[in-house]
């Protein structure tokens, strides 16, 4: 199985079948990163002529990183946003082409030892624009909310900010880390803490139960409950290329779309595009 170089590669590369290696480079979400480098090592111990390279970074870098012609597949824990369409158009006359690779639950993380066991979308935005600042506000201990959250440049952040706090700012008061391990880490570290973050990244950590409002019943981030979509917080991971596939390019999306790459995409932790 050939190594996997965790590299970016300035330029895009040409992608086709030829006697030498084909190179394909992946950068963005950070939350895919640990599912990209499953597809790619299986793929590359079943493919000898390809090389996969794989960076994160986080969604917006690999957008922009797919703008500016510096990677074959942006990898997206979030839609690409018009702006962001209209700029690949100005400069490839393409709005590029979205692959939906994966579904995932934005998991909320809290301590082992919290004793809060579900939490409404509400009061998520209540604690994350710091209008809500202690347990007991929400049914637990009478401790200050710790809140740990993803840089800006993270689709998770963007994602959260859109859907659950419905745009209103975080509150200054959230320490932003580079990635859902590093929230789960200081999670796990911190009794008084509250994160959130992908599914395949929740070790060690409780998972809070979440409901639309007070009134519903709350749902745990199941596979059942997601793909039923009662699961409230659940979401696309997504591929994004300037232009249709093809080539080598194209049989490794296929590859990934397939029963082969869906199912490592369930033994990942995250649950299958369809």
Request: proline share 4%.
């Amino acid at each position: 199985m050939k190594k996997l170089f965790l590299v970016l590669i300035v330029g895009l590369m040409a992608l086709g079948f030829t006697n030498q290696e084909t190179v394909i480079t992946v950068k963005g979400s950070d939350t895919m990163v640990i599912l990209t480098q499953r597809w790619a090592e299986r793929y590359m111990s079943e493919h000898p002529g390809v090389i996969i390279q794989v960076t994160g970074g986080g969604s917006g870098i690999g957008i922009a990183a797919l703008i500016n012609g510096a990677t074959d597949i942006c990898n997206s824990s979030r839609p690409m946003k018009p702006s962001e369409r209209e700029k690949l158009k100005a400069r490839y006359n393409s709005l590029g082409v979205e692959i939906k690779s994966a579904k995932d639950a934005l998991i909320i993380f809290v301590n082992e030892s919290n004793s809060v066991k579900e939490l409404s979308l509400e009061q998520l935005r209540g604690i994350y624009t710091g209008k809500i600042k202690n347990w007991k506000e929400v049914g637990g201990a009478d401790a200050k909310i710790i809140i740990y959250g993803r840089e800006n440049s993270s689709g998770t952040y963007v994602y959260f900010k859109d859907n659950v706090l419905m745009g209103d700012d975080y509150s200054s008061a959230m320490q932003s880390l580079p990635g859902t391990a590093a929230v789960v880490n200081a999670v796990v570290k911190d009794k008084n803490a509250i994160g959130y973050g992908g599914a395949a990244y929740a070790k060690g950590v409780k998972y809070a139960a979440v409901k639309q409002d007070s009134k519903s019943p709350a749902y745990l981030p199941t596979e059942q409950n997601i793909k039923t979509g009662l699961y409230p917080i659940s979401r696309f991971l997504f591929m994004y290329t300037v232009s249709r596939p093809t080539g080598a390019l194209k049989d490794y999306i296929d590859w990934i779309l397939s029963p082969a790459g869906q199912g490592i995409v369930t033994k990942v932790g995250y649950f299958p595009a369809k």
